[in-house]
């Protein structure tokens, strides 16, 4: 459920010369990294996303400036702010995805425990949504 995605705090190695954060597969992820993406660029009023997994499992992290994303498990809906480097949210399978809101400096990064795979794509929320009440 939507509830069940974690807002995660990245460990934050700071000092004089300045930050560092790190994300470590399986222990930050819960999940061997097998792939990062990245988003950049985003034009102003554009959404993206629209779209749901059947098993793939990511965390996202804004790592510049800021985005929101909105979660929906077909039942409820949640939005998170990514506003911090530091601030990871998980999306597991089956959880429709829209972003937006994004700053003109917004780099959305996101790591995933497979390889690009357009089957595993739900993009179809009439589809999503009969899935996801069915099961
Ligand atoms: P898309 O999934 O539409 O982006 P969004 O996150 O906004 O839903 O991806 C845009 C294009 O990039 C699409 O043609 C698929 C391609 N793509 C890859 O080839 N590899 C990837 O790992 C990802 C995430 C997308």
Redesign the pocket.
Known sequence: SVDDQKLITLSLRGDDRGSLCVIEGERDTGFPIA?V?Y?FGTQADVA????AHRALRQLAVCVSGSCTMMLDDGHSRRSVVLDRPDLAVTIGPMIW?E?YDFSDDAVLM?L?DQ??D?AD?I?DYETFLAMARAS
Do not use: K, N, T
């Open positions: 792939r993406y988003i993206r996303g629209f779209h995805r972003m996101v995933a390889h690009y357009e794509y993009r």
